[in-house]
């Protein structure tokens, strides 16, 4: 009996050590990992125009605001998790009194009550609660550990326009909204503007970064910037925001190569896509953009910041940026012909809680797209949950890892998706 119940264990720690591999799937042998060859018809996007208009109009409108939008109940959406089991980076459960200390600091009594309006100056981190220690669900199950920090709310780019609500009791943060975002930033990551800096910095000439992790430079180093960051222009010259020993915002003229830069939004054709669409195949996965890589939802949004085309942060909200529909009791065979038959190339969308991915067109009857995601769900030994791990943007079909020995077939990718937002079409 001791030698079965050794056995027993023995099987059961080594099932759990395997509950995440990396073996690569099939779709990437299968499908081609180069955009190009899914590009068959000449693509447009109907009124780029108006999206154009509406995108930097979105871009700064907290320098016009005098209070942040959003409600204190929604600015501290992020305590919720001190009633939640919890983990810290060394794998310690966070206590009531690590909780307490943080929302303490958060200083949430002069909230909207120290407004000012300021701007990014390095790329940086927008966390739930000022600190840079990370927040994990338990880090012993799938799917829960590194790299899913749930102190990283999302990350945001230099040369953003934000809005101050209020200093944290340590003054070492700001709690901030963006245009697209809101949460902690570092102090020392922002500057403060005035009304001759923000007219000077909206020269209503913006130009687009349309290479990405790209170092840009005056007399010595600035920032390694992503794919999407917006400069204005003024004359032969870029702006870029850097601060002075005040916190205070100057402009920095720089010069940056033609072709790593697009003065004008990009014109959403087949040319244009390939170029976009080949910056990000293969980027590394960044769950809310940690380490200056992507998540999935971050991944849709840059790809079409390029072409000035504004979609939101997180996957849910992104079902409201055109016309969506929701897939109500169809089978997944059902779910496969209706992408055939009405979802746009490159310009669609497919939701499912949690995950969200950019159809691209079909190959072989099967509808194709591509996505920055962590893995495929597996089962192992007493039906423990893993993952095989994939970490970076791909290109595959609705049913991506299906090969794999012990893929989850209880509730699978394509079994989860819940519609396709159509984004020409609202």
């Not at 769900?377 to 020995?405: A, P, Y």
Request: hydrophobic share 35%; net charge positive.
């Amino acid at each position: 009996m001791k030698k079965n119940l050794f056995l027993l264990i023995f099987i059961t720690i080594f099932f759990t050590a395997c509950s995440q591999k990396n073996i690569p799937i099939k779709d990437l042998e299968n499908y081609s990992q180069e955009p190009k060859d899914y590009l068959n018809k000449d693509l447009s996007f109907k009124n780029q125009k108006n999206y154009n208009q509406d995108f930097y109009k979105n871009y700064f409108k907290v320098w016009e605001q005098d209070t942040l939008l959003i409600d204190k109940k929604s600015a501290t959406w992020g305590f919720k998790y001190k009633k939640r089991a919890m983990y810290l980076q060394n794998f310690s459960k966070a206590s009531s009194t690590w909780f307490n200390k943080h929302i303490e600091n958060s200083n949430f009594e002069e909230f909207n009550k120290q407004v000012k309006k300021a701007i990014v100056i390095r790329n940086s981190n927008l966390k739930v609660f000022p600190t840079n220690e990370m927040m994990f669900y338990n880090p012993k199950n799938a799917g829960q550990g590194f790299p899913f920090d749930y102190n990283q709310n999302s990350y945001i780019k230099i040369n953003t326009p934000i809005l101050v609500s209020h200093f944290s009791k340590d003054k070492a943060w700001v709690f901030v909204e963006s245009y697209f975002a809101y949460g902690w930033l570092k102090i020392d990551d922002i500057a403060f503007v005035d009304k001759k800096f923000i007219d000077s910095f909206k020269t209503k000439n913006y130009s687009t970064i349309i290479k990405d992790k790209l170092n840009i430079y005056d007399e010595y180093f600035i920032e390694k910037v992503q794919l999407g960051t917006i400069l204005p222009k003024y004359k032969n010259k870029y702006i870029v925001a850097k601060k002075d020993q005040k916190h205070n915002a100057y402009l920095k003229f720089i010069d940056i190569a033609k072709e790593n830069i697009t003065d004008k939004p990009l014109e959403f054709n087949n040319v244009n896509l390939e170029k976009i669409a080949k910056e990000l195949i293969d980027e590394q996965y960044g769950w809310g953009g940690i380490f200056g890589f992507r998540d999935c939802s971050s991944f849709t949004q840059d790809f079409f910041i390029a072409f000035a085309i504004n979609l939101d942060r997180n996957s849910r909200k992104q079902t409201t940026n055109g016309k969506y529909y929701k897939f109500e009791n169809l089978s997944n065979k059902q779910k496969k012909e209706f992408i055939l038959k009405y979802a746009k190339p490159f310009k669609t969308l497919v939701y499912l809680y949690g995950h969200i991915m950019l159809y691209i067109g079909e190959k072989n009857n099967e509808p194709v797209v591509m996505h920055n995601v962590w893995g495929v769900k597996t089962r192992v030994f007493f039906n423990t949950k893993g993952r095989n791990i994939i970490g970076k943007s791909v290109i595959t079909t609705l049913e991506f890892g299906k090969e794999l020995q012990n893929y989850d077939d209880t509730k699978n990718t394509l079994d989860r998706i819940e519609g396709i937002v159509i984004l020409d079409e609202k």
